[in-house]
């Protein structure tokens, strides 16, 4: 139920606190920065479910900057946005969830079912 102020800018979204991260992967105080502690080639997938449908987007940001596959930028307003993209990331690199484009307020669905990240590495 975290309800977020989505800037045309972006704004990071901040992930529950059910984690299961392993030692090669931390998470900030706010749980919005993620860094891989191991250099691979890596999966990432997202999805972000909110109340109400919104024309705002999706994407995640790989150390600060914009990653254009993962980006979900709909024509028409959604309610369930996800993404799954393969990305070689090296140690220290981060991973952050964002929800960008038109200004609004953006309520999760509660629990887990609000927004998920899921950083596995495949070699």
């Given at each position: 139920g975290t309800v977020l102020t989505v800037l045309v800018g972006g704004t990071l979204v901040p992930l529950p606190n059910s984690q299961v991260l392993s030692?090669?992967?931390?998470?900030?105080?706010?749980?919005?920065?993620?860094?891989?502690?191991?250099?691979?080639?890596?999966?990432?997938?997202?999805?972000?479910n909110t109340t109400a449908s919104l024309?705002?987007?999706?994407?995640?940001?790989?150390n600060g900057v914009a990653n254009t596959a993962s980006t979900v930028a709909p024509a028409v307003s959604l309610s369930h946005f996800s993404n799954e993209i393969l990305l070689n990331l090296n140690a220290g690199d981060t991973v952050s969830l964002q929800m960008f484009g038109i200004a609004s307020?953006?309520?999760l669905?509660?629990?887990?079912?609000?927004?998920?990240?899921?950083?596995?590495?495949?070699?």
């Open positions: 030692p090669d992967i931390t998470a900030n105080g706010a749980n919005t920065v993620f860094t891989v502690n191991t250099t691979g080639r890596y999966q990432l997938s997202y999805s972000v024309a705002s987007g999706t994407r995640l940001l790989i307020a953006a309520t669905l509660p629990g887990s079912a609000g927004a998920t990240l899921s950083i596995t590495r495949l070699s």
